[in-house]
């Protein structure tokens, strides 16, 4: 028997109905009733109520009743109750919901039915990020340490959330949770990787990295990052980038030999050695290093200097797949003035074993190969190596030297390219047909535009002004925006006055992009009129 739970008005505007709620409980509670037509018609009511009317509902339902609709083999049933109960537990208060129901949903994350644990674990991690604080029994706390065993990967994903968003050192406190958590870690490789992932979360905290660290649950951190899994390599050297940043996180990685170990692993021809998996672990090894550098450019370049030399090497005589690694590298450090700044040292000719005359920093070692893959008949790489160029050669925002300091380092840099820049990658990149490289060379343009130097550059090539200042109607949106974008640089320029001519100026001035929009009340607003 069915309950009827189509409650409308006049209007035809649903609200809620104490009355139905009342008898769907009934029918829930006494035997010989149809559960699944019960559970449907609930289903069907409550999505039609408002978030108010449902939040209503589900503090006057007994979720307990529902919850017993899981003790059963049919699917159909199954299904029912799980929907029902996604939409009651998202509603209600954390708190309120794990006082009053604990007991349930850790029998429910017993079910023998992976989707009861997925769906029930799924709704715990969304109650706990928005509130972290409530009291989770610790029976319960264990049950959820548990799924992290399951062959199901959606029960385990959902579990690593889920515990993600436990308070991280009271739960390390709790000895029956650290025993559930020191046994799983020792039944294979697999599961201990989702534990780390849950750990190196948790480390985030000084206090919660002391406690993993004297429980022993980093035992074998080390062994694994040279675990022969190479999949299992992978994700626990992903995962161990967020902790290195951070500089507790560094000096621990440190003193248990991860960096060293991760040290040795890095190679710049990875195919020369007996694994061939290591091929493929190599750009991973080279990410978490970059990401390091990122926040302590000097310390790693004086106390790891292969990294650069890994770099440098694979630009020369890398395979494609790897020079990209490398291209991405550079720009990701290139990124950040302060790795400018740091890693502007003239050391790096004889560290990277710099076959010039000359005395070069990093940057300008870095330049003179992209320079030679971005005029190389190759097009794979070319995007990424003019983006890498602009990287080096613009200034980045943020806390500063002097501008002048700043110009005149961008300028040294750019000077490594050799034989007519200008000409061999900007207005070579700016006329093929290919939408990246294209896109690369004005970006790479744009950057010109913003220094006094880059505009005495751009004064010297009137034909690639010529593609600046041409409207062609077949331009992709990103190039016609670049297009406005340098006018509107060389426009506003304080200096652009002095560097380029008259009539360049005059052409400026007098651009169909800027008389279009001459009438903007703001700077801001001219942008986006421009690119329309």
Known sequence: MSVDLTAVDGNNTHTLDTNLIALAMHKLSIDNTNVTDVLTDCNIYLTKLNRCDLLKSANLMDLNLIFDCLNTTDQTQIEMSCALLQKLLSVLQPNHAFNKYSASIERAIHHPNDTVKSTILSELEKMLANDNNVDIQVDLACTIV??????????SYNAVKCLKRFQSVETLSSIPILSKLQIIMAVDAKIRTRVYDILIH???????????SSKGLFTNLVKDITYPDVMMQMVTIQMLIPLSI???GFDYLNS??????????LSSNPKELDDPSVVILNPIVLEFFIKVTQVRPLFIFTTYPKVFVVIYEVLKEGDDSLVGVAINAISTLASSWECKMLLDNPSASTILHYDGDDELDIWSIFIIELNRIATSTKTELKAGAIQAITKIIQIENGELSSRSDMIERTKKWYKQLKDNPLKNIVHASCIVPFLN??????EMLQALAEQPWGQEEINKCSTLLDLVFKDCPKDPIPIKDLKKMIIKTLLESNTSKNTMSEELLFRIQHSEAIKSNEHAPQPDVLVENMSI
């Open 202 to 212: 948790w480390a985030k905290s000084v206090d919660a990295l002391a406690l993993i």
């Open 256 to 265: 248990i030999g991860i960096i060293s170990g991760l040290y040795r692993l």
């Open 146 to 155: 548990d799924c992290l065993t399951s062959s199901d990967m959606t029960v």
């Open 437 to 442: 490289i294209q896109q690369a060379g004005y």
């Open 246 to 248: 951070t500089e507790y």
